[in-house]
């Protein structure tokens, strides 16, 4: 067995994204809550000095309360060896803490670039490059908005002329553009954000939901990344608000294109049937985006395993039958490909298991739910459809997830936004 598959590894061209760690002070959450969110902290930092990446980018809500938790937020960071990138936004930046839990918002990021580092960033590594930003205002003492605005377009062209049409480039910010059809939200002016990285060998990045997704906006792929604190930011399990536990994402750039892993902290061997068709399915589960088939399903597995990579991956639509994966490609995860043909799918609404076995008979498992779709309905908007909740219940012990001591019940209390 490879007892650190890390240490024998080495990625041409990697980087980490931490998103949503929230470090810090809260006057609603319960202290043990608080606590939490130190050890997830401290467990994603022990991971990542393993992982020999090339940088750590931070994209926002670093912090609960801003300027209240800076000094111990770099008392965290001063232990990475690594560079650092941070996008500053709305936790960020805040003034401190409100006794209703919200945050004294606040759009200047002066006192953050005193203490960490330029609130707008772009360099060269290894032949990609970086822009990272964030057009966060205030628009009333309760309400901030990202504004994409004269000044930050100006800036963003500025930047834009130093990179070449060719050049891998990566977009980072911390509040992801949302599209329906061709309705965007999330951001104001982002039809004029697109509008400039048109021509670009772009992929954009960001955090900010505390959830996973990938999707296409006008030709441009954007990957949103989970939160560090997932669901025991406010103590409520996964279901409740933030279906997603904690951990966060590996990014690799092999062969001109990128690929990407998001990683649960303190998980030792993970599987994600992370897309059906090239759709999304969000998650790691429960957070989930159902299929809907009406041809066959052309699956995408990936497969972490601290230790040795899986000798098997295979996929099921009865628990019985098990047929395998083939593997693509091995990076610190490892990444499997099938399909499943049409005429399998022989129920409406269906269920696709993946597993992966292991040297020591350990299996892992991710389902996702299929629903199949007849001639006489309409064809369905795949990335707009709903996300929902599923979750498996296998026989992996609890001692395979990062759980809180507790889980805390509180009242109903109105929650500062992402
Ligand atoms: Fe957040």
Known sequence: MNMNKHNTFKMPLSFVQFSDIHLGKSLVFPEPVVQQIKRNFTTALDELERLEADFLLVSGDAVNTGLADIE??????????????????????????????????????????????????????????????????????KKGLNIFDADIAAWLSGELRKVSPQQPLVIGYHIPVLASGETFSGWQNAEEFFSLLQGYNVMTISGHRHRNDETMIRNIRQIQTGSLAGFQWNGLPPHYMFPVRPGYRIFQFHQSRWYSFFKEIGVKNQIVLEKINNIHTLGPRPQVRPAILSADAELLAKVYSEDAAPEIVEYSLDNKNWNRLEKKSDFLWSEWSGRIPYERFHEKFNVITIRAGFDNQLKVYDSVPVFVRTENEPPADMQSSPEMLFELITDASDQFFSQPEEVYSFPWIPLPCG
């Open 72 to 141: 111990e937020y770099l008392e965290y960071i001063s232990r990475i060896s690594m560079p650092v990138y941070h996008i500053p936004s709305s936790h960020d930046l805040a003034l401190g803490p409100l006794p209703d839990g919200s945050i004294i918002l606040n759009d200047d990021p002066g006192f953050w670039e005193e203490k960490i580092g330029q609130a707008r960033i772009s360099f060269t590594c290894k032949g990609v490059r970086f822009i990272f930003f964030e057009p966060f205002r205030k628009i009333s003492e």
